[in-house]
């Protein structure tokens, strides 16, 4: 049996239907054109849906005298004035030993769309608002490289990458009812300028920077390609319309008589004869109205420009003009002004630039394109189907694979993101411990339940016409809390020493927003945390209270002096020196006569260093602040704790901030 389409094309202005034989050589058998009676559509949007039903069922009858054939399904495409295109990439894993048939790269191609769906997702708040009406693809690739044909071959890895384009849901909807009015089914839907660029742009084009303009009565639908891909689509809310109604404020015009005087301005004829609203007649040369539009006829070339710019980044090679809003007079010449190009680079192309033949008499000129356009991407737009499901008893209107979409497809369609379907991790908390920030998590929130037909589902689970999605929501996490012992144990830990023979354990001293505490407290969210602790030997038995003057220092068995650090584990002891005090030992022969800190000071020892002084001194070896740091001069030279000390030597020895200058 012969494969046969029937399309539409519901315009602004018209309604043409055509049915197509989708043999080898695509031929067109039947058409019909009807123009609206009134303006029942505006800018692309039914306005009166009875009565652009009346029209289909006018067209579809007409075709049915013409062909015998009973019409149930059609191919329709749609223009919008809230047009939104997303990019979405997919790249399934594949049994190298099978090959790739064209119902796998389907599959693939599907699944991209459902990324652009997922990607729209995040820039928009209701992507339930919105339907995908067709998709094209950039490119296909086996094992992570670029193939121009994946049938046939073999690989690990099928990848496509996808520009899905999105209409509001109000737009596909009036059409859906319009057709159901008119006993017909939706078999697939498209978008005019991805129906166009079939026919007009072949494959073999695509490398070329390109851009279509499908120019109608209400909008202006702009497609771009290079790189051998349709690399965008952009579309602009004013096209033929706008000029007539500009012809009908200056001459003072019904919008009918308006839309005759426009069409009789591409004519032949040197003159227009018209009738304007309040019965008087005119008779206008054609150059005198075109000159009269041609500022609005600059407006409309100008906003398709700036549409092409914003798409395309620049101007493009070529513009390929079709719809029968692109016969306005000088529109073209103002395009190519405005986009830099030559005149010929802009060019109006109609029935004479395709192949497929048939009722030349009926569908001619370039408002032919789309509707043929329509027809032939039938076959490769199919896939996308319309099935009515339930997500949580609310009716969802859902495109799919032939019908059949998954859990996760139902979710994007009624505007679930599908990142929310675990519950919210609980709250967390920052605290600042000694100047650094920590961040405490809160628990994970727990998975949503997901049910089909009442049966246990995951993301993955088919849904098809007539199903019921359940979702039951997952719980919020816990949000953090922590307490000061637990929290300075991990940042600040206390030290386990061995001091003169006893077990002893060090605990920080903690400041929670400048006030002192400890133990089992709390602690709120964004606080500050000071926490301090020593870290010589020197501090360390100043904080435990216990004397060190004159007594020599041991650390682990090793000499050590008070800016020995430690650590947990040290073994610290304090000797009986074997420096004598000069109150104990007048009678030495042997001494070293010193200045410490611009006091004079004796000590009897033939061989002294500088850490002896620390002996003979009163000095806390605990910093005053934590950026303190210790400076120890002999004779205006930096010096070391086992610097010699020699006779008359001028020390000093004392703490100092890291910003003062000695």
């Known amino acids: 049996m012969r494969e046969k389409v029937f399309a539409l094309d519901i315009g602004t202005r018209t309604v ?9 050589q695509p031929q067109v ?10 303006r029942s559509m505006l800018d692309g949007q039914i306005h009166d849906v009875p009565q652009v039903a009346d029209l289909v069922i006018k067209v579809k009858e007409a075709l049915e005298r013409k062909t015998g054939l009973q019409l149930k399904s059609v191919a329709v495409a749609a223009a919008g004035r809230a047009l939104k295109t997303a990019k979405g990439s997919t790249n399934k894993e594949h049994n190298p030993l099978e090959e790739i048939d064209e119902q796998m790269i389907l599959a693939a191609e599907i699944e991209a769309v459902q990324a652009a769906q997922s990607n729209l997702v995040e820039t928009e708040q209701r992507i339930s608002d919105y339907h995908c009406v067709g998709y094209s693809v950039v490119r296909h690739t086996l094992d992570n490289q670029p193939i121009s044909n994946l049938t046939g071959q073999y690989g690990n890895s099928i990848g496509v990458d996808i520009i899905a384009t999105f209409l509001p849901r109000v737009v596909v909807d009036s059409l859906v009812t319009a057709l159901k009015r008119a006993g017909l089914e939706l078999s697939s839907l498209t978008l005019e300028p991805i129906a166009a660029i079939n026919v007009i742009v072949p494959a073999n084009l695509r490398r070329l920077n390109l ?10 639908d702009i497609a771009i390609t290079k790189e051998d891909t349709v690399a965008g689509y952009a579309m602009v809310p004013s096209a033929g319309d706008k000029i007539t109604e500009v012809l009908c404020d200056i001459y003072l015009l019904d919008f009918d008589e308006g839309e005759k005087v426009k069409r009789q301005l591409s004519g032949e004829e040197k003159t227009v004869r018209f009738m304007d609203v309040v019965g008087m007649e005119h008779e206008v040369k054609v150059d005198e109205i075109i000159e009269a539009v041609q500022p609005a006829v600059t407006e409309l070339a100008n906003k398709i420009a700036d549409s092409i710019f914003q798409l395309n980044g620049k101007a493009p090679q070529a513009v390929i003009a079709i719809g029968g809003g692109s016969q306005t007079p000088l529109l073209t010449k103002a395009l190519a002004a405005k986009l830099s190009l030559p005149q010929q680079r802009v060019a109006v192309r109609g029935r004479e630039a395709l192949t497929i033949k048939g009722e030349e008499d009926i569908l001619f000129g370039p408002q032919a394109v789309t509707p043929i356009g329509i027809a032939v991407s039938w076959k490769h737009n199919r896939a996308l189907e319309f099935s009515s499901i339930k997500v949580n008893n609310r009716p969802v209107r859902l495109i799919s694979a032939n019908g059949h979409g998954t859990v996760a ?5 009624a505007g679930i993101n599908i990142r929310l379907l675990y519950g919210k991790p609980g709250l967390g908390l920052s605290v600042t411990v000694n100047g650094k920030i920590h961040f405490i998590k809160g628990s994970l929130g727990t998975a949503a339940k997901l049910l089909v037909n009442g049966e246990v589902a995951t993301l993955e689970t088919s849904v098809q016409d007539g199903y019921q999605v359940k979702i039951v929501p997952g719980e919020k996490g816990k949000d953090a809390e922590t307490t000061m012992d637990v929290l300075i144990n991990e940042t600040c830990p206390s030290l386990h020493l061995i001091v003169n023979g006893e ?14 505490v400890q133990g089992d407290v709390k602690i709120p969210d964004m606080s500050e945390i000071k926490a301090k602790m020593p870290s010589n030997a020197g501090e360390t038995f100043h904080w435990l209270d216990v004397d060190s003057a004159g007594k020599d220092i041991y650390v682990n068995g090793t000499v050590g002096t008070i800016g020995s650090p430690i650590k947990s584990g040290d073994d610290l002891e304090l000797r009986n020196s074997s ?3 000069p109150a104990q030992n007048a009678t030495s022969d042997v001494s070293t006569h010193l200045t410490v800190n611009q006091q004079p000071m004796e000590i009897r020892k033939p061989h002294a260093i500088l850490t002896d002084m620390f002996n003979y001194i009163d000095f806390n070896p605990s910093p005053p602040t934590s950026s303190s740091k210790l400076l120890m001069l002999v004779n205006g030279q930096k010096a070391q704790f086992t610097t010699v000390l020699k006779d008359e030597d001028d020390v000093v020895l004392r703490w100092q901030e890291e910003d003062e200058d000695y």
């Open 211 to 220: 851009a279509l303009v499908d120019i109608g009565a209400g909008t202006s």
């Open 409 to 413: 497809d139902a979710l994007l369609a």
């Open 29 to 38: 058998i039947a058409a019909e054109v009807a123009e609206h009676p009134n």
């Open 579 to 581: 420096t004598v005090p």
């Open 503 to 516: 077990k002893r354990t060090i605990k920080p001293k903690v400041l929670l927003n400048g006030l002192a």
């Open 16 to 24: 043409v239907g055509l049915v197509l034989d989708l043999t080898e």
